[in-house]
């Protein structure tokens, strides 16, 4: 078992910038492919962004390419993402997972946060 519970969201204007922080307990946090997802009201969970268990592989969905980083420090188990540039549309609720491959889809990933809310306004 994998615990996650992410920190760090909050309201902020357009064109701001938010840090999402994910601390992890548990199973090996290293071990594992880390992603970030968000899910506004009425839609689905959708990817945002991926990391590979040792850091050196990322991977963003379009829609947030060049304004997220997603980062990790595997020795004090925690996740990042570093959110600049923050559009009306980044509004979402923002969960991190840990999968056990490098994967992308919801289904994929097994260990899930409660999630964040982040909301941005013009």
């Known amino acids: 078992q994998v615990q996650l519970v992410e920190s760090g969201g909050g309201s902020v204007q357009a064109g701001g910038s938010l840090r999402l922080s994910c601390a992890a307990s548990g199973r090996t946090f290293s071990s594992y492919t880390m992603g970030w997802f968000r899910q506004a009201p009425g839609k689905e969970r959708e990817f945002v962004a991926a990391?590979?268990?040792?850091?050196?592989?990322?991977n963003y969905a379009d829609s947030v390419k060049g304004r997220f980083t997603i980062s990790r420090d595997n020795a004090e188990n925690t996740l990042y993402l570093l959110m600049n540039s923050l559009k009306r549309e980044d509004t979402a609720v923002y969960y991190c997972?840990?999968?056990?491959?490098?994967?992308?889809?919801?289904?994929?990933?097994?260990?899930w946060g409660p999630g964040t809310q982040v909301t941005v306004s013009s």
């Open positions: 990391i590979s268990w040792i850091g050196g592989s990322t």
């Open positions: 997972a840990a999968c056990a491959g490098w994967l992308f889809e919801v289904r994929d990933y097994d260990y």
